[in-house]
């Protein structure tokens, strides 16, 4: 399958400060891209949907000015988290979805861990 | 809210079939059946899908009831490796819905 990536693969930082994490389709153009938080022993949710050279779109709940979502290419997604705290610490996962043959990847992780 | 439901956990032997159940009741005729695993600190994987057919590849087997309303996977021999979280997921084929993840099972594979 289609190879997705993440940068950094785990990041601690004081709190107050922004921290971004990037998403790379390696292989394949991603028109869709999605941002998943997984807190300690829960489930993936979703936080926010973005389509390249478009607005995200947040789930209820997701602060969008906390949660900054670049997609600026079919191969790169950013998220940054702006005056991260520790309530932010996080397992953020991104995911890519292929137009065809519409088909989504998930990658690897970033361990978020605020100071 | 996800659309399914599984047993929070599993336990399986090494070298045994592991069954993983789903209920999915309420599914659409449009809405195919997805699993996936995430290992501990990993991002999920995907491991199958199917709409209505029985489908088999390298890693698993998906068996789908008649009415659609649960399936099963089947990991044939399964490993240490294999000890995860699994996600059933119901999803349409159309380019707008995105996967929404429950709880999972989290199978435990003992030596």
């Known amino acids: ?115 | 809210d996800a659309k399914t439901t599984q047993p929070p956990s599993m336990d399986c032997a090494e070298g045994r079939a592991a069954n993983l159940p789903c209920n999915h009741s309420t599914i659409s005729g449009n809405e195919y059946v997805y699993w996936y695993r995430q290992i501990h600190s990993q991002g999920p994987q995907y491991i199958i899908h199917g709409l209505k057919n029985n489908e088999t590849n390298e890693m698993a087997s998906l068996i789908i009831t008649e009415d659609r309303k649960s399936s099963t996977l089947i990991l044939p021999h399964a490993t240490l490796r294999d000890t995860a979280v699994y996600y059933c997921i119901v999803k349409a084929a159309n380019y707008g819905q995105n996967f929404v993840f429950g709880p999972g099972t989290r199978l435990s594979v003992l030596p």
């Open chain 1, 1 to 115: 399958g289609a190879v997705v990536s993440q940068h950094p693969s785990r990041v601690i930082c004081k709190s107050g400060t922004s921290v971004k994490i990037e998403c790379r389709s390696l292989d394949f153009q991603a028109t869709t891209m999605f941002w998943y938080r997984q807190f300690p022993k829960q489930s993936l949710m979703l936080m926010a949907t973005s389509n390249e050279g478009s607005k995200a779109t947040y789930e209820q709940g997701v602060e969008k000015d906390k949660f900054l979502i670049n997609h600026a290419s079919l191969t790169l997604s950013t998220l940054t988290v702006t005056s991260a705290h520790p309530e932010d610490s996080s397992f953020y996962i991104c995911s890519a979805r292929e137009q065809s043959p519409n088909e989504q990847f998930f990658g690897p992780g970033t361990r978020l861990t605020v100071l």
